[in-house]
């Protein structure tokens, strides 16, 4: 995987977005806030929601999502993730549990026991990794809103 191309590839589909500068921010700042947070089933549906919500672009929230929710930083990410929410939960969540978890999915043999033993993990984990993941995703969406208003900001200026 060549990753120069990749950020080009990304860099160029930013730059062609049509729309108003705050409007494609604020979807890009949806966007990086649903990706840090634990939902990846639902980042599509909640980007979309949250951008009709707000009249922003959903199609910036989607681009930016898998710029930050991807195999590469899902792992570093859920792990903070899961640091933040240990620190401000009372609940824990560790890598023991996980693994565990892990070993007793991969001997299972029906996806009605896969599922039940997902769900055995209990809420504990899903409010450690959902809480870590807001507390994530807030600064940094803001850092990204203001950011990326810069960028196409100036991709607007330019066209001019």
């Known amino acids: 995987m060549n990753l120069w191309r990749t950020n080009k590839y990304y860099y160029i589909r930013l730059k062609r977005l049509r729309g108003n500068p705050p409007e494609l921010a604020m979807g890009f700042a949806i966007g990086v806030f649903i990706g840090c947070t634990p939902t990846i089933p639902f980042h599509t549906v909640l980007i979309v929601l949250l951008a009709f919500l707000t009249r922003s672009s959903a199609i910036s929230g989607i681009i930016s999502?898998?710029?930050?929710?991807?195999?590469?930083?899902?792992?570093?990410l859920y792990y903070l993730a899961a640091l933040i929410g240990n620190a401000v939960t009372p609940y824990e969540l560790n890598l023991e549990m996980v693994q565990q978890v892990l070993a007793d999915?991969?001997?299972?043999?029906?996806?009605?026991?896969?599922?039940?033993?997902i769900f055995d993990l209990g809420y504990e984990s899903l409010a450690v990794l959902g809480i870590g993941g807001i507390i994530l995703g807030l600064p940094i969406a803001v850092l990204s809103y203001f950011s990326s208003l810069y960028f196409f900001n100036f991709v607007k200026n330019k066209k001019k």
């Open 105 to 117: 999915i991969s001997s299972t043999a029906t996806i009605q026991n896969k599922i039940a033993i």
């Open 65 to 76: 999502s898998w710029l930050i929710s991807n195999p590469i930083t899902s792992l570093p």
